[in-house]
């Protein structure tokens, strides 16, 4: 059994109030459903929470929306889920909304240590209002900012005891980026495979990155 496999308990112990957290997939497929969930049952409230949407009312983390444990919503869309729109349109909710490719590039510049990116998406919008605009070559440019958190939650198809990773098609969708953005990186896994029998080829998330594995308390 790898040291790094926690239980809920451990798990919880990393919650906090007013926390920022980090949430890999998109609409639903590569988020960690079971992590989602003990979010809820711990009772954390004034989250922040980043990812690229907020899934559907009974997936993903919406979930979490509809708990009202979430202060801040940081996503590229939340068309799918009607009730994070009610929450933002209520004063219940705010929601941030940032083009996709946008908000990769934020927190990828979070995991490198960059002090932010330099786009044209945006410049003319309601995008661009209270940034700083940065003319380079005679093109105007947003300056926009990395994001980081204080917790990624990610869901791997495969992991190993040593916290190496592989995702399954479509749900690799922003959990290896958000793996350099956190303080603190946990991975729900589907199947636990022996080390060394992940080729290193394959490995899409290094396990240096990964603090903590979890698959439910049965586990």
């Avoid at 939650?153 to 990773?165: E, P, S, T, V, Y």
């Avoid at 690799?172 to 946990?186: C, G, H, K, Q, S």
Wanted: net charge negative; proline share 4%; charged share 20%.
């Amino acid at each position: 059994m790898s040291k790094k496999i926690i239980d809920a308990g451990a798990f919880r112990s990393y919650l906090r109030d007013g926390m920022t957290i980090m949430f890999g997939g998109f609409m639903g497929i590569g988020t960690p459903q079971l992590l989602v969930n003990e979010i809820i049952k711990s009772g954390v409230r004034d989250l922040t929470i980043i990812g690229n949407d907020t899934g559907f009312v009974d997936t993903g983390v919406g979930p979490l929306i509809a708990s009202g444990q979430v202060k801040k919503v940081i996503a590229s869309h939340i068309g799918t889920n009607p009730e994070t729109g009610r929450r933002m349109i209520a004063g219940e909710m705010e929601v941030e909304l940032v083009p996709q490719g946008t908000l990769i590039e934020r927190i990828r510049c979070g995991g490198a240590g960059l002090g932010g990116v330099l786009t044209p998406t945006g410049v003319g919008t309601v995008v661009e209002l209270d940034k700083q605009k940065i003319e380079v070559n005679q093109v105007t440019y947003l300056l926009e900012l990395p994001l980081r958190a204080d917790l990624a939650i990610l869901q791997a198809a495969k992991a190993d005891g040593l916290g190496n990773l592989v995702y399954s098609l479509t749900a690799r969708n922003f959990n290896p980026i958000m793996a350099l953005a956190a303080d603190t990186v946990i991975a729900q896994f589907d199947q636990l495979v022996e080390v060394g029998e992940l080729a290193p080829d394959h490995v899409m998330t290094p396990g240096a990155l990964v603090d903590h594995l979890y698959h439910g308390d049965s586990q």
